[in-house]
């Protein structure tokens, strides 16, 4: 691949697709990049390291890179291992070379390696920059994006954000255009439950005149920065991002996903053009919860389950309480043969989350779907779609 970014800056990032699960927990089919880079100048700069499943492809292609300069600085943008992983790799392999980071930079890398930092680290803070010859780089704490100890790197001369996590996606294209999906999902399930202090980096980035953004995850954004900035503006505030309707259903038996499909039927008959249908006991749970940040209408259908909420909606429900779910229209529906709970238990913890408004009618099947339930669904959907 051509690793040039611009005639000094190059990529030595590495595609990992044989990755099943992103942090243990993430569906990652496409796999994921660990993104690295170099610049080359007077002193020679490496921002940030690889997993440490992709180390040795990563140092070959330092090695490419550098054609036998020895690099003058390591960038710690983040310690997580995704990114900080081959740091213990390239500090022995380069002994002359300094680590750049903050003070929560180097008190997490001692809890992740036994490194020898006498004379080797370089402490930066707020406003501190670091010049390599043509080129500086500027440097800008991000803590809780999505780690304490994140920092950001502007290089002012190529006019490059180095922007750590943000901005990153899951899969291995690197084309701008696959960006929208993959750094939705991303952003909800990694970054989401930090929206201020991605707010608080977006107003230093303001300032700045960006003329590329290189993260450590997925594509590097050349064109129309201004629609990933306002994304990002969109999703960190909570703000929906379409109208629309998403029904999330964990069924048992059928009949709960039966009366979903059927308001699903009854909502694009009365005109609601985005409808979107989950099943929560199947689909990626990842994929669940960006869906429902990315609409401002939520159907909840579940079943009653030992005298509370179906396990798989439960769990729905925690995980958008942890990514600070709020300023959405929320729909209740549950189902119970004997003695209906699901609704009473979903609200208990929605109330928890921010903002929600609930629409009157909260539809109540008992055991399967029936003319009265086909009332209460229609009466639903009216409301649904007068957003009133």
Known sequence: ??????????????????????????????????????????????????????????????????????????????????????????????????????????????????????????????????????????????????WPEVMVTYEDKEKILFSADGFGTFGTSMDEKDWINDARRYYMNIVGKYGAPVQALLKKAAALDIACI???????????????????????????????????????????????????????????????????????????????????QLVLATATYDGGIFPPMEDFLHHLKAKTFQNRRIALMENGSWAPMAAKGMKGILEGMKNLTFCETTVTIKSAMNEETVQQLDKLADELVKRA
């Open 214 to 296: 290189c993260p450590l995850h997925g594509p590097i954004l050349k064109e129309n920065l201004g629609y990933f900035l306002e994304k990002y503006d969109i999703w960190s505030s909570y703000r929906p991002e379409e109208e629309g309707v998403v029904i999330a259903c964990a069924s048992i038996h059928g009949h709960t996903k039966k009366a979903a499909e059927k308001l699903e039927e009854l909502l694009k008959d009365k005109g609601e053009t985005s409808v979107i249908c989950i099943d929560l006991t199947r689909d990626d749970l990842s994929k669940a919860v960006e869906t429902a940040f990315r609409y401002d």
């Open 1 to 146: 691949m051509d690793r040039k970014i611009t005639d000094k800056i190059f990529y030595a990032g590495v595609k990992d697709t044989t990755l099943d699960l992103f942090e243990s927990q993430y569906q990652v089919p496409d796999g994921v990049t660990y993104n690295s880079y170099v610049i080359l100048d007077e002193q020679i700069a490496i921002m940030d390291t690889v997993d440490p499943r992709a180390t040795e492809e990563w140092m070959d292609n330092l090695k490419e890179i550098l054609e036998g300069k020895a690099p003058d600085y390591l960038i710690i943008s983040h310690v997580e291992p995704d990114h900080g992983g081959s740091i213990q790799r390239l500090a022995d392999a380069c002994p002359q070379m300094k680590l750049v980071g903050n003070i929560k930079t180097f008190q997490m890398l001692n809890q992740f390696f036994a490194l020898d930092l006498e004379n080797r680290k370089v402490v930066v803070k707020e406003g501190d920059t670091l010049s390599l010859g043509s080129h500086t780089l500027h440097f800008s704490m991000a803590p809780m994006v999505h």
